[in-house]
């Protein structure tokens, strides 16, 4: 996401760093430049224009109080205004937590999502419950989308998923009526009925959410949006969030003004960020709507939901990486007991890989590799064109898993015929799984002089950061190294700093 808007601000910031001072023609020239790069991600022609103009006045204005030191100050403008782009306030000394979505009283809190055919409401839907109900909130999904046969089964699957697969937390509930399928097409009052039943239903059961995932169509029109004024008025919900396909650019943004308009939506939630590239429904859709972005979503599966925060994502723009949320997935995913049992077992050189394939997993609840190593600064664009081998983990797990625990305890009794057996059960063969042995040798060498050092870090961020910043390969990562495996902190702290002041 935001490649070639990243690049390039990156490539001005760089070009300033040259000149001693910032002149107003040098960074004249640059927003003509940056300017480009957002049309070109298909951002909002006007928000473009206000954008490079705030910054040039920034810029304009800085350069009376001080000597600037060009690529510097730059970077810091750039960030502030874009912090501003995403609606966040570039002067809060500690930017606010995202709103909650839960009112307790009276219960149920009622969530009406809207937004176009194929937008990615229903999935929204299960990922909004999966959230709740990771949070300890019972949840129901009411199928109000009666405009395809399908949808009902489609939310019924997505619910039954969001129990089966997210673990933990309280139960997420699905109501739905199949037999109003002899009424689609004339859906209206019936939708609003079917929401209606679905609150009651909630009552009763004394849910904390009812979601209501409603029809779309294909454009925005005065069918839709009778509908859904009708389940507006009828239901009251506390929170109308659009749904908006980011991978659409501008239509996106166009249909996310015309529905604001017609229905004051709360937030907008910005689904398949993972597959946009361009970013410019991202940076058009609040200045554009003046709803906030509420959420992304970042992949297909249900988990794949993050909440929006203007800084973040500025920083993410930047290269500054994302290492508040990275920090926040580790303490989510990877709790303080298994990070706790694992750093001891490391500073005592006791680690085997059985507890290597344990922090493998836990590693790979948080994301994929490319998303998790995305997030720290510097890093982003250093692999952005990159192919990073999420399958080189599943041989190293499949290796690891066909190893009988004597071997899992000892690699060093890995030797020939263990290895042709090993390869065989895992389909590698046995060059790989000597390598595989020989790597985790080494690292258990370096584990233990690192855990001589004393290692303090108790958050699950340290983990995260030391291992990814730290350098020295995990075994079976062809090189890369592993964020969750913890070294020591201070190997974090230091990497962080230096990267900061190389910019
Ligand atoms: N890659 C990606 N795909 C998504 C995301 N959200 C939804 N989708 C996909 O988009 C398609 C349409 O989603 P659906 O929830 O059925 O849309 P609806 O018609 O608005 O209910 C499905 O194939 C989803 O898997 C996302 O954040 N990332
Ligand atoms: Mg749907």
Request: aromatic share 4%; net charge positive.
């Amino acid at each position: 996401m935001f490649d070639r808007v990243s690049d390039s601000f990156n490539g001005v910031f760089k070009k300033l760093s040259g000149n001693s001072t910032i002149s107003e023609s040098n960074v004249r020239e640059a927003m003509d430049e940056v300017r480009n790069a957002l049309l070109e991600a298909d951002v909002h022609y006007e928000v473009a224009e206000a954008f490079c103009k705030k910054v040039l006045e920034d810029a304009k204005g800085q350069q009376v109080t001080k000597s600037l030191k060009p690529g510097q100050e730059m970077i810091g403008i750039v960030h502030r205004r874009l912090i501003e782009l995403f609606g966040g306030d570039p002067n809060a000394k500690e930017q606010p937590s995202p709103p909650g979505i839960v009112k307790m009283s009276p219960a149920p809190t009622i969530i009406m999502m809207c937004g176009l055919q194929g937008s990615g409401k229903t999935t929204t839907c299960g990922k909004l419950a999966g959230m709740l109900k990771k949070q300890g909130r019972s949840v129901m999904l009411a199928a109000a989308d009666l405009q395809r046969p399908a949808a009902i089964d489609q939310l019924e699957t997505v619910a039954r998923q969001a129990n089966e697969e997210l673990s933990g937390g309280s139960q997420v509930h699905f109501y739905g009526e199949h037999d109003k399928s002899a009424e689609y097409g004339r859906a209206v009052g019936v939708a609003i009925k079917v929401c209606q039943n679905a609150l009651k239903e909630a009552k009763a059961k004394g849910v904390d959410v009812l979601i209501l995932d409603t029809a779309g169509r294909l454009h925005v029109n005065d069918e839709l949006m009778h509908e859904l004024k009708g389940v507006r008025s009828m239901l009251n919900p506390h929170h109308i969030f659009l749904v908006v396909d980011a991978m659409t650019g501008q239509d996106a943004v166009n249909s996310a003004k015309a529905f604001h308009e017609q229905l004051a939506v709360d937030g907008v939630i910005l689904t398949k960020f993972d597959s946009d590239t361009r970013g410019g429904a991202a940076l058009s859709v609040k200045q554009v709507t003046g709803a906030p972005i509420r959420y992304i979503g970042v992949g297909e599966k249900l988990d794949a939901i993050e909440p929006f925060h203007p800084e973040r994502m500025a920083g993410r723009i930047l290269g500054m990486g994302d290492v508040v949320s990275l920090v926040e997935k580790a303490q989510q995913e990877v709790s303080e007991e298994e990070a706790a049992e694992l750093e001891a077992k490391m500073a005592k050189g006791e680690l085997d890989m059985e507890d290597f394939l344990k922090q493998m997993k836990m590693m790979r609840r948080m994301g994929s590799m490319k998303s998790l190593l995305g997030m720290l600064p510097g890093v982003g664009s250093a692999i952005k064109g990159m192919d990073i081998d999420e399958k080189q983990l599943d041989r190293t797990e499949a290796m690891i898993l066909s190893m009988t625990p004597e071997e899992r305890k000892k690699p060093d009794i890995i030797k020939h015929s263990r290895k042709v057996r090993i390869a065989s059960g895992s389909g590698s063969d046995a060059n790989q799984v000597g390598q595989l042995a020989k790597q985790f040798a080494m690292m258990s060498k370096v584990m233990k002089q690192f855990g001589s050092m004393g290692a303090g870090g108790k958050m699950a961020a340290a983990k995260a950061m030391s291992g990814a910043l730290g350098g020295g390969g995990m075994p079976g990562m062809g090189g890369m190294s592993v964020p969750g495996f913890s070294m020591k902190k201070s190997t974090k702290s230091k990497s962080i700093k230096s990267r900061k002041k190389r910019k």
